[in-house]
């Protein structure tokens, strides 16, 4: 696996961290193709591709995760439905219910007027006169027996509709109880099953903006120039041209660049490295776009436009180490792409930099920066027969003129760069150097 494909996996997905680039650097050093054995992964480690999913795998995530909300949906309608329905006076539960009642009271009734039979039963019993016949007795103490075995079946039958209605009371309540209880689950799962879903919608987006994973293509050549030296406080400009090589126009054509300063040497990197503090500021411009621009994350690139076969497009960059900092070393890093109306897009198979020697500031002289020796002299402004835009849309100045000199070491033979670059990327927002741009949905035609 080539080493761009880990960048544009890993920053494009914001899964692995720059330290995870600086140390597979070396293992990833050589850029160029090679046989199918020696890029496929070693058997303990993971194709960062083999985890990213494929177009009709998301969207069949997202109607997986669209049928699992839906249902969700349905069973908080349902739920809501059970608890309005029990509201209901004919529901059957609160039928039962009052039937029950409507038993107990009238069994409490009864009682009642049992107990007050009995109470006057046995007060006639107590009321006879002295001169009662035993007669008169026996059918004063015959109507206690009766009253009495009246009230005792009255307390019974209490005592038994007394219960079923707090059986059916209990029922309902119950059933209340589970009824929220359900649609409180279903709520749950519907959160759940929505956000579900808009993940599941988030990476189909996502995948459909940047499309399909853009190839190497030479067509876009890349030439960074500039001095070895940089002194602290002072800016310092350096070169790029951005050349098509192609039998044919490129309809839009971006490049990129951002400057890092390197590790001190003993400096720890690891994962809590704050990356963004080692970031150096880089602006940019052009014959015809001629005020300083800063690179962001949101201003990422520079807008070349069309190309036309065999036209260069030059930028001047322009970085300030900030005049407090330290000596140490830095770099400069630039690529190219492009995207055909077509929809066809490639990524230029050069990755320039160039470093640098960090000069502290100081009130004594100066020394000359001396220009690279991995690189040319940097490239001189578009000649008034080009007219600066020849062949071009948007901004920049272009010329037509052959690329003089070496390009810049393209990291095949320096594994920092590389990995350092993803890390400045990172910093960046992971937009200004994603090494593999994927193609772009919906592409002009």
Same mark, same amino acid.
């Given at each position: 696996?080539?080493?761009?494909?880990?960048?544009?996996?890993?920053?494009?997905?914001?899964?692995?961290?720059?330290?995870?680039?600086?140390?597979?650097?070396?293992?990833?050093?050589?850029?160029?193709?090679?046989?199918?054995?020696?890029?496929?992964?070693?058997?303990?480690?993971?194709?960062?591709?083999?985890?990213?999913?494929?177009?009709?795998?998301?969207?069949?995530?997202? $109607? *997986? #995760?669209?049928? &699992?909300? @839906?249902?969700?949906?349905? +069973?908080?309608?349902? /739920?809501? !439905? %059970?608890?309005?329905?029990?509201?209901?006076?004919?529901?059957?539960?609160?039928?039962?219910?009052?039937?029950?009642?409507?038993?107990?009271?009238e069994a409490a009734a009864a009682k009642t007027a049992a107990d007050e039979a009995l109470a006057k039963a046995e007060k006639a019993v107590a009321d006879l006169p002295e001169t009662a016949t035993d007669e008169d007795k026996k059918a004063a103490a015959d109507a206690?027996?009766?009253?009495?075995?009246?009230?005792?079946?009255? $307390? *019974? #039958?209490?005592? &038994?509709? @007394?219960?079923?209605?707090? +059986?059916?009371?209990? /029922?309902? !309540? %119950?059933?209340?109880?589970?009824?929220?209880?359900?649609?409180?689950?279903?709520?749950?799962?519907?959160?759940?099953?929505?956000?579900?879903?808009?993940?599941?919608?988030?990476?189909?987006?996502?995948?459909?903006?940047?499309?399909?994973?853009?190839?190497?293509?030479?067509?876009?050549?890349?030439?960074?120039?500039?001095?070895?030296?940089?002194?602290?406080?002072?800016?310092?400009?350096?070169?790029?041209?951005?050349?098509?090589?192609?039998?044919? #126009?490129?309809?839009?054509?971006?490049?990129?660049?951002?400057?890092?300063?390197?590790?001190? !040497?003993?400096?720890?990197?690891?994962?809590?490295?704050?990356?963004?503090?080692?970031?150096?500021?880089?602006?940019?411009?052009s014959a015809d776009a001629p005020e300083w621009t800063r690179f962001t994350e949101e201003f990422d690139s520079i807008e070349v436009g069309k190309l036309a076969k065999g036209a260069s497009y030059d930028v001047k960059l322009r970085l300030t180490v900030d005049a407090?900092?330290?000596?140490?070393?830095?770099?400069?890093?630039?690529?190219?792409?492009?995207?055909?109306?077509?929809g066809s897009c490639g990524v230029g198979d050069d990755f320039a930099n160039v470093t640098f020697d960090i000069l502290a500031a100081d009130k004594g002289d100066k020394p000359t920066p001396k220009p690279s020796e991995t690189t040319a002299t940097p490239t001189p402004?578009?000649?008034?027969?080009?007219?600066?835009?020849?062949?071009?849309?948007?901004?920049?100045?272009?010329?037509?003129?052959?690329?003089?000199?070496?390009?810049?070491?393209?990291?095949?033979?320096?594994?920092?760069?590389?990995?350092?670059?993803?890390?400045?990327?990172?910093?960046?927002?992971?937009?200004?150097?994603?090494?593999?741009?994927?193609?772009?949905?919906?592409?002009?035609?």
């Amino acid at each position: 696996m080539k080493i761009r494909r880990i960048l544009a996996t890993a920053v494009a997905a914001a899964v692995t961290t720059p330290v995870v680039f600086l140390s597979a650097a070396p293992a990833f050093a050589d850029t160029k193709p090679t046989s199918a054995p020696s890029q496929k992964p070693a058997g303990h480690e993971d194709d960062p591709e083999d985890d990213m999913p494929s177009l009709d795998e998301l969207k069949a995530a997202v $109607a *997986a #995760a669209q049928k &699992a909300y @839906d249902e969700a949906v349905a +069973e908080v309608a349902a /739920a809501k !439905a %059970d608890i309005e329905a029990r509201e209901k006076a004919d529901h059957p539960l609160r039928v039962a219910a009052d039937a029950a009642k409507k038993a107990a009271d009238e069994a409490a009734a009864a009682k009642t007027a049992a107990d007050e039979a009995l109470a006057k039963a046995e007060k006639a019993v107590a009321d006879l006169p002295e001169t009662a016949t035993d007669e008169d007795k026996k059918a004063a103490a015959d109507a206690v027996t009766a009253a009495k075995k009246t009230a005792d079946e009255a $307390a *019974a #039958a209490k005592t &038994a509709a @007394d219960a079923k209605a707090k +059986e059916a009371q209990k /029922a309902l !309540a %119950d059933a209340d109880v589970e009824a929220w209880r359900v649609l409180g689950l279903a709520q749950k799962v519907e959160k759940a099953a929505k956000k579900d879903l808009d993940d599941a919608k988030e990476e189909l987006a996502f995948y459909e903006e940047i499309g399909e994973e853009c190839t190497e293509d030479p067509a876009v050549k890349v030439k960074l120039t500039g001095p070895k030296q940089v002194t602290a406080g002072q800016p310092t400009v350096f070169s790029l041209r951005v050349t098509n090589t192609s039998d044919h #126009a490129l309809d839009v054509v971006n490049a990129y660049a951002n400057a890092m300063r390197q590790p001190a !040497a003993g400096e720890e990197i690891d994962e809590d490295t704050d990356f963004s503090k080692l970031v150096l500021p880089l602006e940019w411009s052009s014959a015809d776009a001629p005020e300083w621009t800063r690179f962001t994350e949101e201003f990422d690139s520079i807008e070349v436009g069309k190309l036309a076969k065999g036209a260069s497009y030059d930028v001047k960059l322009r970085l300030t180490v900030d005049a407090k900092a330290a000596a140490g070393k830095g770099m400069v890093f630039g690529y190219g792409e492009y995207e055909n109306n077509d929809g066809s897009c490639g990524v230029g198979d050069d990755f320039a930099n160039v470093t640098f020697d960090i000069l502290a500031a100081d009130k004594g002289d100066k020394p000359t920066p001396k220009p690279s020796e991995t690189t040319a002299t940097p490239t001189p402004a578009p000649s008034a027969t080009t007219g600066g835009n020849a062949n071009t849309t948007q901004q920049g100045g272009s010329s037509n003129t052959p690329v003089n000199g070496t390009l810049a070491a393209t990291g095949a033979n320096d594994t920092l760069p590389l990995g350092y670059a993803a890390a400045g990327a990172v910093a960046l927002g992971a937009g200004a150097l994603v090494v593999a741009r994927r193609r772009k949905a919906g592409a002009q035609a």
